[in-house]
């Protein structure tokens, strides 16, 4: 079953040229999507379409098979579609306490859920789950953002994201700010939370080992383009467009 489906969308910014041009595909249940190019391309731009964030001028955006876009009433569906970005601390409040922040999203859309991995009994235990399965200690909780690391803060980032458990979690550069050692450990926590919790990924990077290494599917972007998408397997293929193989060059110097 696919959980996200963008037909054929354009977008320019006022008084620019195209920057999404005629861009489809579809992400299934459970696996993730990798979306590779480089600075400026247009990545972010479409992360933030589908996260309703950014109008579209044409094309459709389907979330579980339901229209969802910046016009759209995209309260029914917010809460299945979550987001991590390259800057963990602008997503965690410096006022509040982790626990503060890691129980928030739950309360707002407590009335719709029905969650299926995780337990709610008690807040306390909530908080406790939530922090064990992001491989942080408790004590997590009564720590406020600037007591933690970059890697601590991207990781209750994550907490925060699934605690609603989502069908879809849109990565934006999740992994960009941190050293190559939180780097990869992130990247062993995504693909251990994609399995345990079902969860699918549109995991956006520049760096193409990043998506190799979590993707089963591959996508490469330029100039607002897709031009470029198949399997992780079949990576080095030499049926690969030119400028995949480009990046590939850079990847295994
Ligand atoms: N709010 C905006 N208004 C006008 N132009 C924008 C806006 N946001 C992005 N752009 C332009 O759209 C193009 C694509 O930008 P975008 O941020 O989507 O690229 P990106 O691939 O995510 O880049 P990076 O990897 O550097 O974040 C760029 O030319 C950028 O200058």
């Not at 009994?121 to 789950?129: L, M, V």
């Not at 939530?130 to 406020?144: C, D, G």
């Not at 399997?231 to 400028?243: F, I």
């Not at 995949?244 to 110097?253: A, Q």
């Amino acid at each position: 079953m696919d959980v996200l489906k963008v037909k054929n969308i354009n977008k320019s910014y006022k008084n620019k040229k195209s920057v999404l041009k005629d861009i489809s595909f579809e992400i299934k249940k459970g696996t993730c999507m990798g979306l590779v190019g480089e600075s400026g391309c247009g990545k972010s731009t479409l992360s933030k379409c589908i996260l309703g964030m950014e109008s579209i001028d044409s094309g459709e955006i389907l979330l579980l098979h339901q229209p969802f876009n910046h016009q759209s009433d995209k309260r029914p569906l917010r809460r299945h579609i979550q987001a991590v970005f390259q800057n963990p601390a602008s997503s965690l409040n410096p006022k509040l306490k982790i626990k503060e922040s890691l129980i928030d999203p739950f309360r707002q859309f407590e009335s719709q859920l029905n969650l299926r991995h995780l337990n709610y009994q008690n807040q306390n235990q909530f908080i406790r789950d939530l922090l064990e399965l992001v491989n942080l200690p408790t004590k997590t909780a009564e720590s406020y953002p600037h007591e933690l690391s970059g890697g601590q803060k991207q990781r209750v980032a994550i907490a925060r994201a699934i605690s609603i458990e989502p069908v879809l979690l849109v990565l934006d550069e999740p992994t960009a700010s941190l050293d190559v050692f939180s780097q990869n450990m992130l990247l062993t926590l995504f693909e251990q939370l994609r399995k345990e919790l079902e969860l699918s990924y549109l995991f956006i990077s520049h760096d193409l080992a990043a998506v190799h290494m979590i993707s089963q599917q591959i996508m490469v972007m330029k100039e607002g383009s897709i031009v470029d998408s198949f399997d992780k397997e079949d990576l080095l293929l030499n049926s690969r467009n030119t400028y995949t193989k480009e990046l590939i060059s850079v990847f295994e110097d």
